[in-house]
């Protein structure tokens, strides 16, 4: 068994205040890099090893377009998204399947509810059953299919760690992150997930957070292009409401959340945040690595509190507000 960062690594990086009262503590690692690149700040251990689950699309959909898969705009948005499976986000995703002779029955993620609620409500009252364009992960899977089809590889068998999409990806990693990848598990959706360091996803982040479009280096390219349709399309990243589309809106940044509580933001300058919490909460990710974007001086004190009023920070009693979940003492 490998040892990821423990109890003993992590410092606090948010609380929950209830009256105030100290109700919960989540602990974790963070890493700051400045806009060149520098660690200019390290909370925790972050040189341990994590899976960085969806965090990792952005690389992934940076490989899937240098295999070859055409894609653009709106399209290579969702490419990178952990979608909340709305109507529209299936339209999209749809069409890039259409676009490469695919459709739904080629898509190796599992079939769920959509994760939004009124979309989800609708397909009950219409007998709907789970499908798997509605999978949040779904538009990385038809990048991956179109990679395939763009290269002549076989689309059976894509998720298997030595497709030769799979071995790309991996390359890819390994050259964004300057690490060699330390173990492969299976994400949720069913593709290869590899384990890196916390420092090694900030190097990929801020290498792809600061790209330019105009680099020589086709590599830098995409990652510049991809940046650019992120931020022309937040509501493809996760949906109305949702917290990293919330983030890309009101400030501007380059934001992409993983399960188990990883979180990546790079500010418009370039300043790159990577964080995770020990425990896998997902409620503090977006105000913590804001706030730090905002200790390093990448964001204003007022880009914070316009991005807190509208990010699901509140506690609540008896209906009220009593509380709020905030960055910790560490941040």
Partial sequence: ML?????????????????????????????????????????????????????LKPLQAIACVTAGAELAGEQLAISTASHVGTDRHVDLVREILTAGGLTED??????????????????????????????DCSGKHAAMLRACVATGWPTEGYLHPSHPLQLHIREVVERLSGEKIAHTAVDGCGAPIHAITLAGLGRAIHR?????????????????????????????????????????????VFAKSGAEGIMTMVAPDGTTV??????????????????????????????????????????????????????????
Avoid: Y
Wanted: hydrophobic letters at 45%; one cysteine or more.
């Fill in 106 to 135: 080629d898509l190796g993620c599992p079939s769920t509810w959509p994760r939004d609620t009124g979309t989800r409500d609708e397909l009950v009252r219409e007998h709907g059953q789970p499908t798997r364009i509605r999978m």
């Fill in 274 to 331: 990577v964080l995770k919490m020990l425990d896998g909460g997902a409620r503090a990710l977006v105000i913590v690595a804001a706030t730090l974007l905002a200790r390093a001086g990448a964001l204003s004190e007022a880009d914070l509190a316009t991005l807190a009023n509208a990010l699901p920070l509140a506690v609540l009693g008896g209906g009220s507000d009593v509380g709020m979940i905030r960055p910790g003492a560490a941040v």
């Fill in 208 to 252: 792809i957070g600061s790209a330019s479009e105009r680099s020589p280096f086709a590599l830098h390219r995409v990652a510049g292009t991809l940046v650019r349709a992120v931020k022309e399309n937040p509501w493809t990243i996760e949906g109305p409401g949702r917290a990293d589309t919330i983030a890309i809106e009101t400030l501007g």
């Fill in 3 to 55: 040892e990821t960062f423990t109890v003993a690594d992590a410092v606090e990086l948010a609380v929950v205040e209830r009256s105030g009262f100290i109700e919960s503590r989540h602990a974790g690692s963070a890493i700051v890099l400045s806009p060149d690149g520098d660690v200019v700040r390290r909370l925790g251990n972050p040189d341990a090893l994590v899976l960085p689950r969806s965090s």
